[in-house]
């Protein structure tokens, strides 16, 4: 079945740090994938998607590109702020589903 | 808009009892999807509704677990005798259609815990 690992947390950082949050996945045919953010308090959220190979999803600074060579979709910020502290998730969904497949999450904390 | 909806915020409760968690969608989405959140399971899915069509129950973890969808709006998790392994937040999202073109928008969860 589908599958989705990211790395574990928590990740603390500086401000104005570089982020990457990697993560990888196993899915038979051409899975959609997803970052999801929880901020504190909050409800789960869209961050940024792709839909297929090469595309790069990007939002409010974050930027994954669809590797399906090696099969990830790492998260990348340049610049993280105080109010990025979240955690995040990655997910895919399948090519014949509508469910979401979840990685475990990765807390971040980001540092003034 | 209002966002999806969900009652309780916070369960508490014995183990063997019954619990029902409720989710308003968003007006006009068609699709409900509820997901669990736990410690030791992650992010995971339960079960799918998209209009008329008979639910996707895959994801249920066991006989106890059922929902329904009255009127293709309102959903209600049901989980009978519960054990304390139920312990999870719940997540409700929805979504106006089907397929990758529409985002699922979830709602803040319940948190349910059984002594």
């Known amino acids: 079945g589908n599958s989705v690992t990211q790395m574990e947390g928590p990740v603390t950082l500086s401000e104005e740090a570089f982020l990457t949050i990697n993560c990888t996945y196993t899915a038979t045919g051409y899975p959609s994938l997803f970052w999801y953010v929880q901020y504190p308090g909050e409800g789960l959220q869209l961050l940024l998607k792709?839909?297929?190979?090469?595309d790069k999803g990007s939002n409010k600074g974050f930027e994954a590109t669809y590797r399906k060579e090696t099969t990830s979709f790492h998260l990348e910020k340049g610049s993280v702020q105080v109010s990025d502290s979240a955690v995040y998730f990655c997910?895919?969904?399948?090519?014949?589903?509508?469910?979401?497949?979840f990685g475990g999450g990765t807390r971040v904390l980001v540092k003034p | 808009g209002a966002g999806v909806s969900q009652s309780p915020s916070n369960k508490v409760t014995e183990k063997g009892k019954d619990v029902e968690l409720r989710c308003d969608p968003i007006s006009g989405h068609t699709a409900l999807y509820w997901y669990r959140q736990s410690l030791g399971q992650g992010l995971e899915f339960l079960i799918y509704?998209?209009?008329?069509?008979?639910?996707?129950k895959s994801g249920l973890p066991s006989d106890r677990f059922s929902a329904e969808r009255t009127g293709g709006s309102v959903s209600t998790l049901t989980i009978q005798r519960t054990q304390q392994e139920d312990s999870a937040v719940y997540l409700c999202?929805?979504?106006f259609g089907q397929g990758i073109s529409y985002e699922q928008y979830f709602g803040p969860g319940t948190r349910l815990t059984v002594t």
């Open positions: 997910a895919l969904r399948g090519a014949a589903g509508n469910k979401l497949t």
């Open positions: 792709a839909t297929k190979a090469d």
């Open positions: 999202a929805s979504s």
């Open positions: 509704f998209q209009g008329n069509s008979a639910p996707d």
